[in-house]
């Protein structure tokens, strides 16, 4: 099983709204990671969890909180978000073993759009 | 500090044509990982091929090659006899030990376009 899941796969929320993504693997991958993405661009990274431990924020603002309650989960926590906070938000999940860094997979992405 | 290039925005091709997608990397690094991804309109990324800076040998998988060259900093990807199902946006990405590994530098991607 290659799957990274999401959900919701749509989004809509006021700027006072609080809101969450969740994201899940099986495939015992110990790395996790969030991405925010406009059209036309690549993925920007926002989070990285390791061994269920964040080592990674790209100095994303308070308004976006990450949490990884187990090696399964991650939750991306939305409060008081922005217009320009719409976009795509990627979960990814990779390996992390010796040799060198593995690829990463993909969820199908939440749409969020903030109103 | 990591740069990957990818010159070419967008590229139309009719089907069953041979495609060549460009990408150019930076890194100082003489440990680094290149990878391809594809984005078909769903969103979703979809690994393609991973290769260390150590393996130069080119690669094959049906349809799809790489040509990986060190001396000009290069990862090419060619589709060959290319079909609709490759419309997609095509990223080239970078790790290396100065991002931490953990870190992933990504091309701006290539938009292909399979017409009919």
């Known amino acids: 099983d290659t799957e990274v899941t999401q959900t919701p796969k749509h989004l809509v929320m006021g700027m006072t709204n609080k809101k969450s993504l969740k994201c899940e693997q099986h495939?015992?991958?110990?790395?996790m990671y969030w991405y925010k993405q406009k059209a036309k661009k690549p993925p920007e990274l926002m989070f990285v969890?390791?061994?269920?431990?964040?080592?990674i924020n790209e100095s994303v603002p308070s308004r976006f909180s990450p949490e990884c309650p187990n090696s399964s989960l991650l939750n991306l926590h939305l409060h008081a978000l922005q217009p320009e906070d719409s976009a795509l938000y990627l979960c990814?999940?990779?390996?992390?073993?010796?040799?060198?860094?593995?690829?990463?997979?993909f969820g199908p992405g939440t749409r969020l759009t903030v109103t | 500090a990591q740069k990957v290039t990818q010159a070419q925005t967008e590229i139309s091709v009719v089907e069953k044509e041979d495609v060549t997608l460009d990408c150019v990397y930076e890194?100082?690094?003489?440990?680094?990982?290149l990878f391809w991804y594809k984005q078909p309109p769903s969103g979703e990324l979809v690994f393609l091929i991973r290769?260390?800076?150590?393996?130069?040998q080119n690669e094959i998988s049906g349809r799809y090659s790489w040509n990986f060259q060190k001396s000009t900093s290069s990862f090419n990807f060619t589709i060959t006899a290319s079909q609709v199902v490759d419309s997609a946006v095509y990223f080239c990405?970078?790790?290396?030990?100065?991002?931490?590994?953990?870190?992933?530098?990504f091309g701006t991607g290539t938009k292909l376009q399979v017409i009919p």
């Open positions: 890194t100082r690094d003489t440990t680094y990982y």
């Open positions: 990405a970078l790790r290396s030990n100065s991002g931490g590994y953990q870190k992933v530098t």
């Open positions: 495939m015992g991958h110990r790395a």
């Open positions: 290769r260390n800076s150590f393996d130069e």
């Open positions: 990814a999940s990779s390996q992390e073993l010796a040799g060198g860094p593995h690829e990463q997979y």
């Open positions: 969890y390791s061994y269920e431990k964040l080592s």
